[in-house]
C-alpha cells in the first residue's frame, strides 16, 4: 500500500477506480487555409455556446456562455490565425492563455481562481475543434486531473467518488461545488496515477492510498456507507442541522433524520437558470423542501449575490441589503414564492450580510407586508445572518431579530483579514479573539431568548465546535459531509459533561 500525503479541499472519504484525464495534444499543421479555420473557430464557438446553453444547470455556465461569446477573445483568436498561420485550436488557446496571464497579475484570490474557468472553457471549445469527446464511465469513479473542471463535475457528479487534482484553489468553482455536494477533494501534484487503478481518499489523515489493503477497504466502504448506517445521536440540549445547496442536499438529511435545514443556499436556485425564476418555480422547489423535511425548521437564506457569485440578470456588486433594494421584483417574488411554500409552518427567512438594525427592521417588514398582502396565517421565523462586523459591534440593537445564525467565513474574514482558504491554518492566531467576540452575542441571545446557531465552516471543526459548546453555543449546522463528525463531537462534549 503506497501513502500520499494531500492538500484537503473538500472532506470526506472515497474508494472506487480512477478515471485519469489527459490534456488534449493540439498538433500543429505545416499549412493551413486561413479561412477554413476561420471558419472551424466560429463553428466550434456556436456549437460551445449552444452546448452550454442547452445543459445549463448551474450560474457557471452563465460564466462560460459570457466568455465563449466575448467578442474580444474571438477577434484575438481570429487576428492569430491571420497572422502567425496557427490551426484554430492553436489560436485560441494563445489567445485564452493572453485571457490567463492578467488574471494571474490580479491582486485579488478571486479573480486569480477565475484561471480554472478559463481553463474549462478552452478544454469545451478545443474537444469540439479536434472533434473529440470525454468518455467518461457510466459507473462511479475517483477522478484524476491537473485541474478540476466545473463543467466535468456538474456533467458527471452523479458517477464522481471523490476527487484528485493536482492543482486546486479553495474558494474556485469546483471546489464550491464538491464542498456543496459532500465530495472529498485533494490535491496530491506528485502522483502518476492509471486508469482502473483502485485507490483511497480519506481526508482524517489527509492522504490518498495506492493498492489499499483489504482491511482498509472494508474501513472506508463503512465510513462512504454513512449516509444509510450512521445512527444520529439525539441530546435535548441540542439541534444538529445541515447547510444546503439543493433539494437532493435535503433528501439526504431527511434520511439522516437531522433536526432541520440551518441554511438553505437559495442562490443556487437562482443560478439554475440564465433568467429570473418564476414564482411558480421557486415555489416548486422550496415547498418540495419544506414538505421532504415534515415539519423540521428549514431557513431559507434569501439570495446571497454579489462579490464571488454573480448572475446576470441581478444587479449585485457586493453582497447585502442593497441587493434587495436595487432588485425589489426578483426579492418580492423570492419571498411571495416561500411564503406559499409554508405549508407545515416551519419555514424560516434569513437576511445575509446585515449591518445594521435599520437594515433589518426595513427587510423584516418588507416580508410582514408582503405575508398581509397575500392574506398569509402561517407562522414564519425571520433573523439574521451576523457575518460583518458593524452587526456584531451593534448586536444589542438586534432584539427584534426571531433568530441569529453566525457565518463564522465571512465574519472572521472580516474581522481578521484572513481569507476563507486560509482560516481552518491560521486558526490558532485568532479562535481566542473569536471567542472573545462570540461571548458577547451569546450572552445577548441567552438575555433576549433568541435563537442562536453557527452555521460556518468552523464549526466542522471538532475542536473549535468544542470551544462553541463550552461558549454556550447549542445550535449548529454543517455540511452533509461533516454532519458525523459534528455529531460524534457533540457525544464526546456530553459524555464529559456527564
Not at 35 to 40: A, G
Not at 405 to 419: A, M, P, V, W
Request: glycine letters at 4%.
Amino acid at each position: 500500500m503506497k501513502i500520499h500525503f494531500v492538500e484537503v479541499i473538500s472532506e470526506g472519504y472515497a474508494y472506487g477506480p480512477a478515471f485519469v484525464t489527459i490534456p488534449e495534444l493540439i498538433l500543429e499543421d505545416k499549412k493551413i487555409n486561413v479561412d477554413k479555420e476561420i471558419q472551424k473557430l466560429e463553428m466550434a464557438l456556436k456549437q460551445a455556446a449552444h452546448d452550454v446553453v442547452k445543459h445549463s444547470t448551474y450560474e457557471y455556465f452563465d460564466i462560460q456562455n459570457m466568455m465563449i461569446n466575448d467578442p474580444i477573445l474571438k477577434k484575438d483568436a481570429v487576428e492569430i490565425i491571420k497572422k502567425e498561420k496557427k490551426n484554430a485550436a492553436t489560436a485560441l488557446s494563445e489567445a485564452l492563455d493572453k485571457y490567463k496571464e492578467n488574471l494571474l497579475k490580479s491582486n485579488s484570490k478571486y479573480l486569480q481562481e477565475r484561471v480554472y474557468d478559463l481553463e474549462d472553457v478552452k478544454r469545451r471549445i478545443i474537444l469540439i475543434l479536434l472533434n473529440k469527446k470525454n468518455n467518461f464511465p457510466k459507473t462511479p469513479f475517483v477522478l484524476v486531473c491537473d485541474e478540476l473542471m466545473p463543467s466535468i463535475f456538474l456533467e458527471n457528479k452523479e458517477n464522481i467518488l471523490g476527487v484528485v487534482a493536482k492543482k486546486a484553489g479553495m474558494t474556485s468553482h469546483g471546489a464550491i461545488l464538491a464542498r456543496g455536494a459532500g465530495i472529498p477533494f485533494v490535491v496530491c501534484n506528485n502522483i502518476n496515477l492509471k486508469n482502473g487503478e483502485d485507490i483511497i481518499i480519506d481526508t482524517r489523515r489527509k492522504a490518498l492510498f495506492e493498492e489499499p489493503e483489504e482491511s482498509y477497504i472494508l474501513e472506508i466502504s463503512h465510513l462512504m456507507n454513512k449516509n444509510t448506517d450512521f445512527e444520529v445521536k439525539k441530546y435535548k440540549e441540542f439541534n444538529l442541522l445541515v447547510n444546503v445547496f439543493d433539494n437532493q442536499e435535503v433528501k439526504k438529511a431527511a434520511n439522516l433524520d437531522v433536526d432541520g435545514i440551518g441554511l438553505y443556499r437559495t442562490e443556487f436556485v437562482f443560478m439554475h437558470e440564465n433568467r429570473p425564476m418564476t414564482y411558480d418555480e421557486q415555489q416548486k422547489i422550496y415547498k418540495e423542501a419544506i414538505t421532504l423535511m415534515n415539519g423540521k425548521p428549514v431557513c431559507f437564506r434569501t439570495f446571497d449575490i454579489g462579490d464571488d457569485k454573480q448572475v446576470a440578470y441581478i444587479k449585485a456588486h457586493h453582497k447585502g441589503f442593497l441587493n434587495y433594494v436595487n432588485n425589489p421584483t426578483i426579492f418580492e417574488t423570492q419571498i411571495k414564492a416561500l411564503l406559499a411554500s409554508n405549508v407545515n409552518g416551519n419555514l424560516k427567512i434569513m437576511f445575509p450580510m446585515v449591518e445594521t438594525i435599520d437594515e433589518f427592521k426595513y427587510l423584516k417588514n418588507w416580508v410582514l407586508r408582503i405575508k398581509k398582502e397575500m392574506n398569509n396565517d402561517k407562522p414564519i421565523l425571520i433573523g439574521m445572518m451576523l457575518e460583518t462586523k458593524k452587526a456584531l459591534i451593534s448586536i444589542d440593537e438586534f432584539k427584534e431579530v426571531d433568530f441569529i445564525s453566525i457565518g463564522t467565513n465571512d465574519l472572521t474574514q472580516e474581522l481578521f483579514q484572513i481569507r476563507r482558504d486560509e482560516q481552518s491554518s491560521k486558526i490558532t492566531a485568532y479562535v481566542d479573539d473569536l471567542l472573545k467576540a462570540l461571548k458577547k452575542v451569546v450572552d445577548f441571545a441567552k438575555e433576549n431568548k433568541i435563537y442562536l446557531s453557527i452555521c460556518g465552516e468552523l464549526a466542522s471543526i471538532p475542536t473549535i465546535s468544542k470551544a462553541f459548546m463550552q461558549l454556550g453555543i447549542r445550535n449548529f449546522s454543517v455540511s452533509l459531509s461533516a454532519f458525523r463528525d459534528l455529531n460524534e463531537t457533540v457525544y464526546e462534549f456530553n459524555e464529559k459533561q456527564d
